[in-house]
């Protein structure tokens, strides 16, 4: 593509074409400082002590198992996560959850309103040694919660 500028005697010294080549000078600076910081830094990264590293021998960690959620309502109810569940079902309903898993090694944990009779509660905790399941954590409100 060219234009041509039409001036006072035909315009043949106005005339202008298109350049197509690329300046690469700026390209080529800014590949140079990025080459010298690489250059300065890479020695940096590097460890200077030198230690002779046993190999590891611990298996590669499992992610663990989704907690176990048991809720007891004010009136009595109980719920396994979101599903309700009654105290002569709950440990049939735990086992299902667990699965394969060890029950003595899985943790249950207990959230419970604070209206909740004191009777229920322990009717649960009950119902939980006798199915195996010993490891309990209490779930409470967060006092500093907004502070």
Do not use: C
């Amino acid at each position: 593509m060219a234009a041509k500028l039409a001036g006072p005697g035909g315009g043949s010294r106005y005339s202008v074409s298109q350049n197509s080549e690329i300046n690469v000078t700026p390209f080529v600076d800014v590949m140079l400082v990025l080459l010298i910081i690489f250059m300065v830094a890479a020695p940096l990264a590097t460890v200077s002590v030198k230690v002779d590293l046993p190999p590891a021998s611990a298996p590669p960690s499992q992610s663990p198992p989704k907690p176990i959620y048991i809720s007891i309502k004010p009136n009595g109810s109980i719920f396994i996560g979101d599903f309700k569940t009654t105290l002569t079902d709950m440990g049939p309903d735990l086992k299902k959850n667990v699965g394969r898993r060890d029950p003595t090694k899985e943790r249950i944990y207990i959230r419970a309103d604070v209206n909740t009779e004191y009777g229920d509660f322990l009717d649960v905790m009950n119902k939980l040694q006798d199915n195996g399941f010993y490891s309990v954590a209490l779930v409470g409100e967060d006092q500093n919660k907004g502070k």
